[in-house]
């Protein structure tokens, strides 16, 4: 079982990047999952999750901004962030909501001003 994030860089702010999270394993369609982030010297936190049925939830942060999808057909999670801030910058990782599995790397965003 393994998780892997992908599609992070370098953007100026105000642009706009989509991160993805292949999922192995058989899990995916059965689970929410969410999209986390964590700066250097600071605790995890949570971004954005998706139900099974595709009810979403954000964090005041991000509200409006991103956004987060599934494509279970896929196995394949989605964060699509518009209109990015300097304090969007962090490593961003994917993972079940309800009993985490191990984190992968994440994904690298840097919001340049």
């Known amino acids: 079982v393994q998780l892997q994030a992908s599609g992070g860089g370098l953007v100026q702010a105000g642009g706009s990047l989509r991160l993805s999270c292949v999922a192995s394993?058989?899990?995916?369609?059965?689970?929410?999952m969410g999209w986390y982030r964590q700066e250097p010297g600071k605790q995890r936190e949570s971004v954005a999750s998706?139900?099974?049925?595709?009810?979403?939830y954000y964090a005041e942060s991000v509200k409006g901004r991103f956004t987060i999808s599934r494509d279970n057909a896929k196995n394949t999670l989605y964060l699509q962030m518009n209109s990015l801030k300097p304090e969007d910058t962090a490593v961003y990782y994917c993972?079940?909501?309800?009993?985490?599995?191990?984190w992968g790397q994440g994904t690298q965003l840097t919001v340049s001003s």
């Open positions: 993972n079940k909501i309800l009993s985490p599995l191990t």
């Open positions: 394993g058989s899990f995916f369609s059965t689970n929410a």
């Open positions: 998706i139900s099974r049925g595709g009810a979403t």
